[in-house]
């Protein structure tokens, strides 16, 4: 198991469309951060779309993870064929043994066939490159219909990137969402989150923490993949809301990857 940061940690150091910074994180720099904060792995997402880079950048991300000793991973979102094969290659030219993928995306909807029917067509492809192909439970997906794609897909090289959080939009748990998914699981994004009830008294509000600050068990869910065989790699991820001003927000950001990474340590062996 390798420590990993997945590039949706640096949300507010890359730029969302409510907060740009004014040096965007590229990359490059991500690589060298994770490598100054002590991660073994960088898993890229769509945060950060690499298919939007030229080859030259490919590869300078390529040669300082190697330089850093960083893996790399990589990551888009929406269930295209057009799109994985291209991930594929990117997947290649960085040496990356893995896809994480979201099925829906912005300018992505497939139904739970036409999904089906994509990832039947790019399998023989990345099979014959040896790369994995890990979908994540997400926001827009029951983990129960996930499941039953990956059943119907039936093949060892396409996983979940099973996210412990991410499903309570779905009305589950995160423990729900490990039982249900965790025998599939070839990637991890592990995250914390407080549960606070709403100071006017009108409802429950979930907001982020760093990791062991909130209120996931996440002996519990080490503990359940363990029982499974399951020793796939970590990755940090984190729901930190902004702050007033962006040398507070960025600043922030880095604080609680580290105080996350510490808390992870200790399940890495």
Not at 35 to 58: I, K
Not at 106 to 113: A, K, N, W
Request: with cysteine.
């Amino acid at each position: 198991m390798l420590l990993g940061l997945g590039s949706y940690i640096f949300r507010y150091s890359v730029g969302i469309e409510s907060f740009r910074p004014e040096r965007p994180m590229g990359p490059v720099e991500l690589v060298e951060q994770a490598a100054d904060l002590g991660a073994g792995l960088v898993q890229f997402a769509d945060n950060l779309p690499l298919d939007g880079y030229s080859d030259e950048v490919l590869d300078l991300v390529r040669e300082t993870a190697n330089q850093k000793g960083i893996v790399l991973e990589v990551g888009t979102a929406g269930a295209k064929e057009d799109r994985l094969l291209r991930y594929l290659e990117i997947a290649e030219r960085l040496n990356a043994k893995l896809l994480r993928i979201t099925i829906h995306a912005p300018d992505t909807h497939p139904s739970d066939e036409e999904a089906l029917a994509v990832f039947k067509a790019i399998l023989p492809k990345f099979k014959n490159a040896g790369i994995t192909i890990a979908i994540e439970n997400h926001f827009t997906m029951t983990s129960q219909n996930l499941l039953s794609l990956v059943d119907q897909i039936n093949d060892p090289i396409v996983g979940i990137c099973l996210d412990t959080a991410n499903s309570i939009v779905q009305q589950e748990w995160p423990m729900e969402t490990v039982q249900m998914l965790s025998k599939h699981a070839v990637s991890l994004h592990l995250k914390d989150y407080k549960l606070t009830a709403h100071p006017e008294g009108v409802g429950v509000m979930i907001t982020g923490a760093p990791l062991g600050a909130g209120d996931q068990d996440i002996d519990a869910i080490m503990n359940h993949l363990k029982l499974q065989g399951k020793d796939v790699n970590m990755i940090l991820e984190q729901w930190m809301p902004s702050f007033e001003t962006e040398e507070a927000t960025l600043r922030n950001e880095i604080e609680w990857i580290r105080q996350s990474i510490k808390a992870a340590r200790r399940f890495i062996q």
